[in-house]
């Protein structure tokens, strides 16, 4: 450090202060799992190696999904089109791993590439429209949760795809000690989310156009690009989640995934993403993805019923988002 | 340094003694968290009078008006209104107390009517709950009219309206309920001279039904014309409470920073007229501008060029034409000789000019992001590699261009929404300092920036020209641009209505050409 006319202020306790408050957030909801974990461990099986195995293998398709989702929402937009868009990414690539006379592995292959282009396909369309019409994301993506489910129901005639190789499927149930491998492919799409986010200039601006597009458009950056590339990200990890989802339950049908953008958005909110954009974290969206898996399993658990487990989940997610006004005030005093 | 504490100089006037004050304020305190937002104020207010509220950003105007208008509750201190304890816990407490605000944001309905606006608080009604519009236009009506805005519908809405309108909105709004207590911060910021001028007389008119007035300003001319007295704030203390008559602008200044301002204020510049053209427009013309002609000037480099005009004369909307904010309808635009069209704010700024905008908050900042990141917005490509940020180089070069521009502020990473105004201005310059422009346009460089700021940011726009840059500076404060400009260019109707050279630099003769068009139009 040669900066010798710095008029710094009393710099070290402040310094220790922000990095505390920025640690707060994701430490406060890492503290509610932590917190769900315990209480859950007093039930029988909740921490056998096989429950464990089961809430993991839970939580993996609505991690995926919800890791787009924080991308979006970061923006401050909305991707209620992920389930039905999953479903369209499935049936495509379903088609494609069941077409007759290919080797399985040249199948599997290109299932996933075709499910992944499927997913960028509609992203792309998601983003397009809503960036260049500035039309609210809630809306484009509404439109497109109907295209797509209806694409899906018109491309299979309505019938289930099942029979994919046995090597996929095996693939599917693998465990590393217990943990799934589904899971870990979940956990490597996490570091990757919060390296583009945190590390790359890409992330930088995506967090600058949530929080302020015009100050962003006016420092030089091009917010169209970014707000369709958000969207593309988020089709992809939709095209990833189909090919997991085929590969834990052997089908692929366009009916399936109802609901999950519902879900997704819950664990990126619990995970303390603004839903204004420009605040959050992919780590966060991790967290927020476990409470509800950890929640859903830990209540069956308990001998609730799935109707409780729903009431319940919809409670902590408005609590989540009332706990994050609390926090907000925190920092901002 | 030195501070001269000249607390409590003039102590209340012989009047006072006779005058039972309407609301006194003493020992008021409040602390947001580890903050302390005021720190002991003491205000009384009489019938009648005008009493102006001064000082610099964060030294606690805000805070006091908002305690006393119900918004946030006092931590300690005693408030009395008309003699009895006042202890309001929302907007609507001090309402009925009869305290009327106008406050420095707007907090107009846009998409209602004028009348629904100014009504909005009691709404006439018909039975079943219905709306009498009849009764509330004939009202909006009277209330328009009353502060001499005949010429607006009362039926637009609101977002239909210039800043300058929407200003008087608001205050016809005010003072649509029982007023004991009228408090206006910054009622001036965006109104022009003849605005400000409307303003007073109605200010006038309201003190001469007893109705006692708190004034908040930064511009101590109009403290001097329309106050009776004038107390002044500094770090969250009362320091001083004078009869207007009996203190000086230097005296009031020195209370406020607490220290003696540096001359930087009157420094005169050297003219230097031999730089090379580095922006030259010719009939550049922005979509909102009825003229066909445009504006066309040269701006050399080493000049700093003012632009003056009143409110929507089109001055803003020239600075966003030339960067590319807003493409320009018709019209050339050469920089170094060469023509350009920038089709993005992207490709002006890769062409090495910088745009400081009006608004810092909507515009200019990213506000819940760091210091650091602020500054680098403009210029990511310096702080990282293939697309990868280098933390560590950003930082650097924020404590560098802080240092430069003699930031005040605690860490790098801290919020900037944590800065006084004028440090977040300041920000916003190191923004673009980053990028090394040659062209900086700024618009309002000073808006709500204390005056020892002010100072110091005039300093640094000075010492830019002299190392060649060329700067295009917007400002509705002439004394601003006279102190700082090589040459003013005056805007009316989106036009350049004349030109006025250093030597004969005057208020007069810039307003003259500012209101050129206007008094034209008067004729019709």
Redesign the interface.
């Known amino acids: 450090m040669d900066t010798t006319d710095l008029t710094t202020a009393p710099a070290g306790s402040k310094t220790i202060a922000t990095t505390t408050k920025t640690v707060l957030r994701e430490a406060g909801i890492g503290i509610a799992l932590i917190a769900l974990i315990i209480v859950f461990s007093f039930t029988p099986h909740f921490l056998s190696s096989s429950n464990v195995t089961n809430i993991l293998t839970q939580v993996t398709i609505n991690l995926v999904l919800s890791i787009g989702m924080t991308f979006v929402i970061l923006i401050g937009g909305i991707d209620l089109s992920v389930g039905s868009v999953l479903s369209f990414c499935a049936v495509v690539a379903g088609t494609v791993m069941t077409l007759p006379g290919l080797d399985p592995a040249v199948a599997v292959f290109l299932a996933t590439i075709s499910a992944i282009v499927a997913g960028i396909g509609f992203g792309l369309l998601n983003g397009l429209i809503s960036a260049w019409w500035a039309i609210p994301s809630f809306i484009v993506t509404l439109g497109t949760l109907n295209i797509a489910r209806g694409a899906a129901l018109q491309v299979t005639n309505a019938s289930t795809i099942y029979s994919f190789p046995a090597a996929f499927n095996a693939f599917g149930s693998q465990t590393f000690y217990g943990i799934p491998l589904l899971f870990l492919i979940a956990l490597v799409l996490v570091a990757i989310g919060w390296f583009v986010l945190t590390k790359t200039v890409f992330g930088r601006v995506l967090y600058g156009i949530g929080n302020n597009e015009e100050a962003a458009r006016l420092a030089g950056h091009n917010v169209f690009f970014y707000k369709v590339a958000a969207f593309t990200i988020c089709g992809v990890l939709v095209g990833i989640g189909a090919i997991i989802y085929m590969a834990r339950l052997n089908i692929a049908s366009p009916i399936i995934g109802i609901g999950f953008e519902l879900n997704a958005i819950a664990a990126v909110i619990i995970g303390g993403t603004s839903l204004s954009g420009g605040r959050g974290s992919v780590v966060g969206t991790l967290l927020g993805a476990c409470i509800i898996g950890v929640l859903a399993n830990g209540l069956i658990l308990l001998g609730l019923s799935d109707f409780m487990r729903q009431m319940i989940t919809g409670f902590v997610i408005i609590l989540a988002v009332i706990l994050d006004k609390y926090r907000e005030r925190l920092t901002k005093a | 340094m030195e501070n001269t504490e000249t607390a409590g100089a003039s102590a209340p006037a012989p009047a006072g003694a006779v005058v039972e004050p309407v609301l006194e304020l003493s020992g008021v305190k409040k602390r947001?968290?580890?903050?302390v937002a005021l720190n002991g104020v003491s205000f009384s207010l009489r019938p009648g009078e005008v009493h102006a509220l001064v000082g610099e950003n964060g030294a606690g105007k805000s805070t006091l008006i908002k305690i006393l208008c119900g918004i946030i509750q006092r931590d300690a201190g005693s408030i009395t209104l008309g003699g009895e304890a006042y202890d309001p816990h929302t907007p609507g407490d001090a309402k009925k107390a009869g305290i009327q605000v106008v406050h420095q944001e707007f907090n107009l309905l846009p998409y209602l009517s004028v009348a629904e606006n100014i009504c909005f608080e009691d709404m006439p009604r018909k039975a079943f709950g219905m709306v009498d519009f009849r009764t509330l236009y004939e009202k909006a009506r009277k209330a328009l009219d009353a502060i001499g805005l005949g010429d607006v519908d009362v039926r637009r809405p609101v977002e239909s309206l210039g800043v300058a309108h929407r200003q008087l909105v608001e205050i016809a709004r005010a003072l649509m309920g029982e007023s004991r207590i009228l408090i206006l911060d910054e009622p001036t910021a965006t109104l022009t001279a003849r605005e400000t001028e409307r303003l007073f007389q109605i200010i006038a008119a309201l003190k001469a039904k007893g109705v006692a007035v708190v004034f908040v300003s930064h511009h101590l001319n109009e403290v001097f014309s329309i106050c009776d007295r004038v107390t002044v704030l500094r770090n969250g203390e009362s320091v001083m409470t004078a009869d207007i008559a009996a203190t000086t602008t230097d005296q009031l200044v020195t209370n406020m920073v607490g220290r003696q301002l540096a001359a930087a204020m009157a420094a005169s510049r050297d003219l230097d007229t031999g730089g090379r053209t580095a922006l030259s427009l010719r009939n550049l013309r922005h979509p909102a501008s009825p003229h066909a002609e445009g504006v066309s000037f040269d701006l050399r480099y080493g000049e700093i060029l003012g632009i003056a005009g009143l409110v929507g004369s089109g001055r803003t909307e020239l600075l966003r034409s030339i960067?590319a904010?807003d493409l320009p309808l018709s019209g050339t635009l050469e920089r170094d000789g060469q023509p350009r069209r920038y089709s993005?704010?992207?490709q002006?700024?890769?062409d090495g000019i910088g745009?400081v905008?009006e608004d810092r908050k909507?515009?200019?900042?990213?506000?819940?992001?760091a210091i650091a990141?602020n500054v680098t917005?403009?210029s990511?490509?310096k702080v990282?590699r293939l697309?990868?940020?280098n933390k560590r180089e950003e930082t650097?070069l924020a404590?560098?261009l802080?240092?430069e521009i003699?930031?005040?502020?605690?860490?790098t990473?801290?919020p900037v929404s944590t800065l006084s105004g004028g440090n977040q201005q300041k920000v916003v310059l190191a923004?673009w300092l980053a990028n090394n422009p040659k062209i900086l346009l700024l618009d309002e460089p000073t808006r709500g920036v204390d005056v020892g700021a002010k100072a110091e940011i005039y300093a640094l726009l000075r010492g830019l020209s002299e190392k060649g840059l060329a700067l295009l500076i917007v400002s509705s404060e002439l004394p601003e641009l006279i102190t700082l400009s090589d040459r003013i260019l005056v805007m009316s109707k989106h036009r350049i209505a004349g030109e006025v050279a250093r030597e004969d630099f005057s208020e007069e003769r810039i307003l003259n050409f500012a209101y050129k068009d206007e008094r034209n139009h008067g004729h019709h």
């Open positions: 947001f968290g580890g903050v960067f904010a993005n704010p992207k002006a700024i890769r745009f905008t909507e515009e200019g900042l990213i506000l819940d992001m990141a917005l403009a990511l490509r990282s697309g990868l940020l650097r404590q560098q802080g240092g003699k930031l005040k502020y605690g860490n990473a801290d923004k």
